[in-house]
């Protein structure tokens, strides 16, 4: 478990999730989750872009990915 706490940096792909979930400092996050949250994610983003999943993102591809995740609903 990570407890949030949002003076810290975080990477671009975690604070989505962070926002998707709705945390505030002190929660408690699961990591499991996370990974499973974000390995989805790359799925589906890949599928939609019709992206080889085992090619890495270029740039531009990953700044698209980000802003999927920040936009995405469940």
Sequence with gaps: MEQIDLSKYYQPYFLAYINHLGLKAGDQCDLILYTQWIMKK????????RMNENKPYTDDEREMFIEYIGEVEE
């Design 42 to 49: 790359h799925e589906e983003f890949r599928k939609l872009q």
